[in-house]
């Protein structure tokens, strides 16, 4: 059984008395746009949208909600922007403004740009925004609720993680009314019967930004303040009403984020953890992606490099509880290419020995799932790869005849995508020994006896009137 499959059932037996009655279960994921999303992220993405669409299959009533975090304060800036944005670390993201005209601030400049990615794979996603919940007051509660049980929730960071909070802490930053920097305040007073905060704007509270020094009073509610993201990660739970969500395993550890949040959202707002689909990093090179340390491939560029049924397929192939090794500039690709053909050829019916999992991966990856995929020729990858660099031979008349008969319309268009692809591969990471040359003129070579003799062989074998001339027979 595929891995998404045992993952429902799970599902189904949780939530029996909600799937009884018809009630959509609620399935979240997010992203804090602080720089360009990284394609680990995508990992998280493709399982949550899978998991939609296998429910949909079994007529199961969902919705996958992708919220995009414009909230979280600038806390970091990637090298292109740091001279003209610096002014602006420690503020919410969404008042920083874009660089580029196109995008309504910075943090959409990021946005938009997961939108495009992630759009041609096809998932079930709905995309929403972390500050106008704040702003309609939906946090409101949630927000009193923290302030009020300051003390059990420093008692829960101590017992779960052994790094506690000083007494002095509040679980609330609010938005600084002279600087509007939201990374750098300290609320240091709740007072329950005005339902204000006392708050402080420190320069020195954070290494990444400076505060302005300010001290004042404000009302915390509708947007004028955030709670830190662990407090606030359980309270996203009760506001959107989440049924599942799952996170990498660095969230999941135990002692981590995730089991943060599950108490206090459990002990302090009154909400069951949501249920978890741990998953691995994705690695490149063998190191796990990071944006904010600058390191790893961006979702765009990596899916630039396959088509939408290989970026879902990379995604899914193997369990969410083990790590995905992706090398652009290795074997990775074509290896992937290779394994879609094998895997298309189990669900066909082509391979000796069909297997059933094999058969049901290659359904899961087809952009109009659970729609049957249609049962395509495609000229396999290295294949391809070497007929592009050879400038006497046309595509198609060599695609017509490794397939035995003309190619159809549909035919033609996956392979002409398939050879966008490899081009693709070809001029950014292919390694050289993929790489072919037909040489203008005879190389000169010293050969020994050995070599000779062979090719007076390799020569006679050619020359025998009986030899069709077929590339398959000479092979």
Request: hydrophobic share 40%.
């Amino acid at each position: 059984m595929v891995w998404v499959d045992r993952v429902i059932e799970e599902i189904q037996e949780r939530f029996a008395q909600e799937i009884a009655a018809k009630k959509p279960l609620l399935i979240r994921d997010e992203k804090t746009l602080s720089g360009r999303v990284h394609v680990g992220s995508l990992r998280g993405i493709v399982i949550h949208g899978l998991v939609a669409q296998v429910m949909a299959e079994k007529g199961i009533a969902s919705r996958f909600l992708f919220e995009l975090n414009e909230f979280d304060p600038m806390d970091g800036l990637p090298a292109a922007y740091e001279q003209t944005h610096k002014v602006h670390m420690g503020k919410p993201l969404f008042t920083v403004p874009s660089p580029d005209p196109r995008h309504e601030n910075y943090p959409m400049v990021f946005g938009d740009e997961l939108k495009s990615t992630v759009a041609p794979m096809r998932l079930p996603i709905e995309w929403t925004f972390l500050r106008p919940l704040y702003t309609a007051g939906k946090f409101n509660e949630l927000i009193t609720l923290a302030l009020e049980n300051a003390s059990k929730i420093r008692a829960i960071y101590e017992e779960v993680s052994g790094g506690g909070k000083p007494n002095d802490w509040y679980p609330l930053q609010v938005i600084c009314e002279r600087c509007g920097k939201v990374g750098t305040t300290q609320v240091t007073a709740w007072h329950p019967e005005t339902m204000l905060v006392s708050y402080a704007c420190k320069p020195h509270l954070v290494e990444w930004a400076e505060g302005c020094g300010h001290e004042g009073m404000i009302n915390p509610f509708d947007g004028r303040a955030k709670l830190p993201w662990k407090v606030e990660w359980a309270a996203k739970w009760k506001v959107y009403g989440v049924h599942i969500e799952g996170c990498g395993k660095d969230h999941s550890a135990a002692g981590g984020s995730r089991s943060i949040a599950a108490r206090i959202s459990e002990e302090i707002f009154g909400y069951p953890n949501p249920f978890d689909i741990p998953y691995e990093f994705l690695n490149i090179g063998g190191k796990k992606m990071s944006s904010s340390k600058g390191r790893g491939a961006a979702a765009k560029d990596i899916a630039d490099l396959l088509p939408a049924t290989l970026l879902k397929l990379l995604m899914i192939r193997l369990m969410p509880n083990r790590p995905i090794d992706f090398d652009p500039e290795g074997k990775t690709i074509p290896n992937l290419f290779d394994e879609y053909d094998r895997l298309s050829d189990h669900h066909f019916k082509r391979h000796k020995e069909p297997n059933a999992d094999f058969a049901r991966t290659f359904a899961l990856t087809q952009l109009d799932f659970p729609h049957p995929p249609e049962d395509l020729w495609q000229m396999r990858f290295t294949t391809l790869s070497f007929v592009l660099q050879m400038p006497h031979l046309d595509l198609l008349e060599e695609a017509t005849k490794l397939k035995g008969s003309p190619l159809s319309s549909k035919e033609q268009k996956v392979l002409e995508e398939r050879a966008h692809y490899v081009r693709q591969w070809l001029k950014e990471c292919a390694p050289l020994e993929y790489h072919y040359t037909i040489l203008e003129g005879t190389p000169s070579l010293t050969l020994d006896d050995e070599q000779k003799k062979g090719l007076r062989e390799v020569s006679l074998a050619l020359a025998d009137e009986k030899l069709s001339w077929e590339g398959s027979k000479i092979h």
